[in-house]
């Protein structure tokens, strides 16, 4: 007989989670997954939209971001959309979709991926301790901030939570979806900063050409 320890072992499932807003998806978000995926040998990322954003006001309707989102990940065999959060009528915290995703599949390893100014953000998100009982946090830096700050976040998260944050090795991509709408709004171009797909969409239907839906973060 196989022992259980075995089993489990053989079973487990590495699995990534890249949560965003997504408005737009872009190439930044695109490569970090990617590095993750490779990095960590993740059998799969799911993209996961938020639904109504804790911290940011008003938004683009989620069918559209998931629209884009489906049309950027459309290539990659490893990566799948996720609507849940954004077919729920509440507002979806982290740690209640990670718990979601336990319940369904306990023998999952789940690696959270996020930027630098998540990771810095992260102790202001709703029950961090829960958070990292179901995950890893795998961070990548981003050049808007200075890179040994980004790494003492990593060891002084790491010295309260031991073990639960890995820095990403990936190429580090200046762009931002603030950026993206930013750009769409002053008629500028975001070829090879999206997906062609993603920006054909956003050109179609004329999205972010008024500035509205998108621009007003509002803390958390
Ligand atoms: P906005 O400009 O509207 O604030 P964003 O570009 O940060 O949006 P989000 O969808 O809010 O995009 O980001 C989802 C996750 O991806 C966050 O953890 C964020 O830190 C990370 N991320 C986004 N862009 C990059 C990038 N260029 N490099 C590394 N991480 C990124």
């Not at 799911?46 to 954003?53: A, E, Q, V, Y």
């Not at 002053?186 to 920006?199: A, C, K, M, N, Q």
Request: with cysteine; net charge neutral; glycine share 6%.
């Amino acid at each position: 007989m196989i022992p259980m320890k075995e089993v489990t072992f053989m079973e487990m499932k590495k699995i990534g989670i890249m949560g965003g807003t997504f408005n737009p998806i872009h190439n930044g978000h695109l490569v970090i997954a990617e590095s993750a995926r490779e990095q960590f040998g993740l059998q799969k990322v799911w993209f996961l939209p938020s639904g109504r954003p804790p911290h940011k006001r008003e938004t683009m309707p989620a069918s559209r971001r998931c629209e884009m989102v489906s049309l950027a990940i459309a290539d990659n065999p490893f990566f799948i959309l996720d609507r849940r959060e954004t077919e729920s009528p509440e507002i979806s915290y982290t740690y209640a979709t990670l718990e979601a995703y336990k319940k369904e599949d306990p023998s999952t390893d789940l690696y959270f991926i996020l930027g630098a100014d998540s990771l810095f953000d992260f102790e202001s998100w709703r029950k961090p301790e829960a958070i990292l009982q179901h995950c890893s946090i795998l961070a990548a830096f981003r050049r808007h901030g200075r890179q040994e700050e980004f790494f003492q976040q990593i060891d002084a998260l790491n010295q309260k939570y031991p073990g639960k944050f890995f820095p990403l090795d990936t190429p580090s991509l200046e762009v931002s979806s603030q950026d993206i709408r930013s750009r769409v709004r002053h008629g500028r171009s975001i070829r090879y900063l999206v997906p062609r797909e993603v920006g054909a969409y956003i050109q179609a239907h004329h999205l972010y050409e008024g500035g509205a839906l998108g621009d007003e973060p509002s803390g958390n």
